[in-house]
């Protein structure tokens, strides 16, 4: 398992800091964005918003995987 410094600068390069759901629901194998939601919303993911757009940290999505992969083994 990577570090995380190593996991946040070697994952989703290509992304901004700090993404919006569509960009989220990319990053996690193309899911629905009613799912992303429910992540958001069920307290699976931190996130954040600005008026009536949500934003969610890069790491935030990093630290949600690295979750799920300590459940699977």
Same mark, same amino acid.
């Given at each position: 398992? +990577?570090?995380?410094?190593?996991?946040?600068? %070697? +994952? &989703?390069?290509?992304y901004?800091?700090?993404?919006?759901?569509?960009?989220?629901?990319e990053?996690l194998g193309?899911i629905?964005?009613?799912?992303g939601?429910?992540? %958001?919303?069920?307290?699976e993911?931190k996130f &954040?918003?600005?008026g009536r757009?949500?934003?969610?940290?890069?790491?935030?999505?990093i630290d949600? +995987?690295?979750?799920?992969?300590? +459940?699977?083994?």
């Open positions: 398992m +990577l570090k995380p410094n190593e996991a946040y600068r %070697l +994952l &989703f390069c290509e901004p800091d700090v993404v919006n759901v569509k960009q989220m629901c990053m193309g629905s964005e009613k799912t939601y429910r992540l %958001l919303h069920g307290g993911i &954040f918003t600005i757009s949500v934003r969610i940290p890069k790491i935030h999505i949600y +995987l690295a979750v799920i992969e300590n +459940l699977n083994v």
